[in-house]
């Protein structure tokens, strides 16, 4: 019963993504999608995806990490070099593509594991601190970076791109604070929503496996989870390093839907990481599909009350309170679970009657 319970939930929320998925499509055919919204379809992905992936380490595993942003830079970064180093050697964009997304996905884990050894160590607030701290050491580390390859090889510096030394064959790939340039803007809504959709079957499955049992038992009782043979810093560490890879994909979409990277405050700071943990608080701690909703209606809300210039972030605003209070009051929830207990009688007393 527990299992179809769950079955049904899930697909419910796969049925919200193709829904989502199809409403566009018949925009598309019928000639009703404008510019605006078009130009939100890929960061709306981008952003559902790494709502999910912060609340696996915030919801799932009960940890309060600041640092998504950090994992998201590394993995556009990577992804989008991978891109411009394997231009000539690689035939093909989606090939290229195809392997900068695992590229990406694979150096954001390591990432992850290595950052989550020291850190995982700590809790609450110091934990919240460090994950920061590293998102701003990447990013400032990037915007000092040259890189540069020619037919000896690559060449690095923190200076300026004259203090590469390269040849008259030689190339800028990554120019500091400027970024990459040139990256094919490969990244499209339906690429995003496939990723999405993996995405939810690997968070999901987690979730309802053994591994996702124990690292929930850890989140709920650490003690407890250790009393009974649950190793702590096994699954603490797959589930951040998970997380961080998932993120590293978001990042190589990212990448591949600008012509410029670079790494600004804007793109991967401070504020990015917290508006990614607002998707994960709004839409529920541990509720993958009310952070995945949470991420598609902020992200798109901005823009689309865009016409009301005097009144958007005051809308906005009272849509934060709302949702806060739906998803977090006391009384909503206590609510909540009245409504859905009087709908189960009454389909019960439904089946009976027939």
């Not at 999901?204 to 496996?209: K, Y």
């Not at 096994?234 to 590293?248: D, E």
């Not at 823009?303 to 809308?315: A, K, T, V």
Request: aromatic share 8%.
């Amino acid at each position: 019963m527990k299992k179809n319970k769950v079955l049904i939930q899930d697909l419910i929320t796969y049925g919200i993504v193709f829904l989502m998925w199809g409403l566009v499509l018949l925009m598309e055919t019928t000639g009703s999608m404008t510019s605006l919204l078009r130009g939100l379809l890929v960061p709306l992905c981008i952003y559902a995806i790494l709502a999910i992936s912060l609340n696996l380490t915030v919801g799932i595993l009960g940890e309060l990490s600041l640092g998504h942003a950090g994992f998201m830079c590394v993995g556009a970064f990577s992804g989008a070099f991978f891109t411009r180093c394997m231009e000539g050697a690689i035939p093909g964009v989606g090939l290229r593509f195809f392997l900068a997304l695992i590229l990406g996905a694979v150096v954001a884990g390591i990432f992850g594991i290595l950052i989550g050894i020291p850190v995982l160590r700590l809790k609450g607030d110091y934990l919240a601190i460090v994950t920061l701290a590293f998102g701003e050491i990447i990013k400032n580390l990037i915007n000092v970076m040259y890189v540069g390859r020619d037919a000896s090889g690559f060449h690095f510096s923190i200076k300026d791109t004259t203090s590469l030394g390269l040849d008259e064959t030689g190339v800028v790939i990554i120019k500091g604070a400027q970024g990459i340039t040139g990256t094919p803007r490969a990244a499209t809504f339906t690429i995003g929503m496939v990723l999405l959709l993996i995405t939810l079957f690997i968070v999901l499955n987690l979730m309802h496996s053994r591994t996702g049992r124990a690292i929930m038992a850890i989140r709920d009782n650490r003690i407890a989870a250790e009393s009974i043979g649950i190793h702590i810093t096994k699954y603490k560490l797959m589930a951040f390093s998970i997380s961080a890879a998932l993120a590293g994909v978001a990042g190589v979409v990212y990448a591949h839907s600008l012509s410029t990277l670079a790494a600004t405050s804007n793109n991967f700071g401070y504020n990015k990481s917290i508006m990614i943990l607002v998707f994960v608080v709004l839409g529920g701690l541990g509720n993958i599909r009310g952070s995945m909703i949470a991420a598609i209606v902020l992200t798109a809300l901005p823009e689309l009350l865009r016409g009301l210039n005097d009144y958007r972030m005051l809308i906005y605003a009272i849509v934060l309170i709302v949702m806060m209070l739906f998803n977090s009051s006391p009384k909503a929830i206590e609510m909540r679970g009245v409504l859905m207990e009087k709908f189960r009688h009454k389909k019960s007393a439904e089946k009976e009657a027939a």
